[in-house]
């Protein structure tokens, strides 16, 4: 199937990164406009430019997601040019391994800032565009990690547990104002935000031994999800959390 995303124009935080490029990649290739956005500009150019291939209305712009200022000027932009947005993919993301004691102050007001505030200030900013395409989907990015505990990555844990619900209680409070929301959880995925440990420790990293599947996702195995979620075939999919973990947490 193809053009499963024709007509529809789309906004992606952390676009360049691992999952957030695979989404971009496959929403272009599937008939969307974007707008993809992320924190460095060189990098967001290159992405635009691999883009230009499929066709897509690709449209770039430098986006902190923990700056309401900066949403507030993406947005705004969104609106002159396009006058809707039909999918908000919230993807930028931080991660600090420490548990409770190790964590800083410092890092978990960033990783709060960035995950859970950022994913927060996206869809208040958001919301009249929204509203405006009739038939929009958010897509927040959780984790596993926003769903069961591992005993390290405090800050990250809470802010993507914090996501998990506040996907929630949106997809129930504009259910009828023509705006779902849903939850994508990834297990481990071959991306930058991990690619270290991934060298290092290979197919003996602990979460990889326990994951079924045996095996780290790749970045296009989330941007499908994505996909579904985005599309009008989950028309009826509100507040629900896909996991995508090779079943990680099934056991
Ligand atoms: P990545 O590091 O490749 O991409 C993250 C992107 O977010 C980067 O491009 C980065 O520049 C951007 N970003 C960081 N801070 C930002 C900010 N303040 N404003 C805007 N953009 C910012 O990592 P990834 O694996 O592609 O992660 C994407 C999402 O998936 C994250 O939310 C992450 O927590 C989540 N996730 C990843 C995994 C995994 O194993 N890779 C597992 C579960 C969840």
New binding site residues.
Partial sequence: MTGRLTGKIALI??A?????SATAELFAREGADLIVT???EDALRELAARLAATGAEVFTAR????SAESWHEVIERTRQRFGRLDVLVN?????DWPGVEGTTQESWDRVIA??QT?TWLGMKAAMPLLRASGRASIIN?S???GLVGSGAAAAYQAS?GAVRLLSKTAAVEYATQGIRVNSVH????A????QDILDEEGDQQPDIVRTPMRRAGH?GEIAAAMLFLAGDESSFVTGTELVVDGGLTAH
């Fill in positions: 935080t952390g360049t990164g691992g999952i957030g992320d924190l460095a986006l902190d997601v923990s993807v930028a993301g931080i991660v960035v995950n950022g990015t984790s596993v990690l993507k990834p297990g481990v995925i991306t930058p935000m991990i970045p």
